[in-house]
């Protein structure tokens, strides 16, 4: 799986928009683009994934672009609750056993 | 509906124990994967379970490190002979086989147990 590069850390004013993004310059033709959060003391969650269209849902927005070498989550209303760390990773996702490799993360600090 | 539980929450051992950790997977989920997860850094793949065949075990980091699955649901993971280097969060994950309409292979993640040894 290719590698991914974030920024360790970031800051949010509550309310505003928080734009995440990540660098995946290896990523290959199938891979996908993941986004999972871990909240403190508990496990990651999905977020978001797409392979080269934009993608949203209720939780978030992924902007891939176009030469697909880079992406960034967009969590449109940050609150409290969305301080978390953010893993993007970039995954085969032709097999179930596909693990997940996680980087370093993004710490997500939303302040109020 | 229930998610991945893992047991304990915490465990505190002391080097040298044996310590056995506990999960349970989202019913019907034939997929089970265990991560390690040092303090600061993300969590590390282990190994994966395709319901009670070991598929992968390429992540152990010793010879130490044992995982089973039986029956293909409920999953432990034993360390041997414990080490401080052993102390982590260990997170389980499930999925299901087939991808969803929407969602491609989506692990689930427990809470973890944070193994400590002192």
């Known amino acids: 799986d290719a590698k991914t590069t974030q920024p360790p850390s970031m800051d949010c004013a509550e309310g505003r928009a928080a734009n995440l993004p990540c660098n995946h310059s290896?990523?290959?033709?199938?891979?996908?683009v993941y986004w999972y959060r871990q909240i403190h003391s508990q496990g990651p969650q999905y977020i978001i994934h797409?392979?080269?269209n934009n993608e949203t849902n209720e939780m978030a927005s992924l902007i891939i672009t176009e030469d697909r070498k880079s992406s960034t989550l967009i969590l449109p209303h940050a609150t409290l609750r969305d301080t978390a760390v953010y893993y993007c990773i970039v995954r085969l996702t032709n097999n179930a056993g596909n693990m997940l490799t996680f980087g370093g993360g993004t710490r997500l600090m939303v302040k109020p | 509906g229930a998610g991945v539980s893992q047991s304990p929450r915490y465990k505190v051992a002391k080097r040298g124990q044996d310590v056995a950790l506990r999960c349970d997977p989202i019913s019907g989920h034939v997929s089970l994967f265990w991560y390690q997860q040092a303090l600061g850094q993300g969590p590390e793949f282990l190994t994966y379970f395709q319901n009670e065949a070991q598929l992968d075990k390429s992540g152990l980091p010793s010879d130490r490190f044992f995982a089973e699955r039986p029956e293909g649901s409920v999953s432990t993971l034993k360390i041997q002979r414990t080490q401080q280097e052993d102390s982590a969060v260990y997170l389980c994950?499930?999925?299901?086989?087939?991808?969803?309409?929407?969602?491609?292979?989506?692990?689930?993640f427990g809470p973890g147990t944070r193994l400590t040894v002192t």
């Open positions: 797409g392979l080269k």
């Open positions: 994950a499930s999925s299901l086989i087939r991808p969803t309409n929407l969602i491609t292979y989506e692990q689930y």
């Open positions: 290896t990523i290959s033709g199938n891979e996908y």
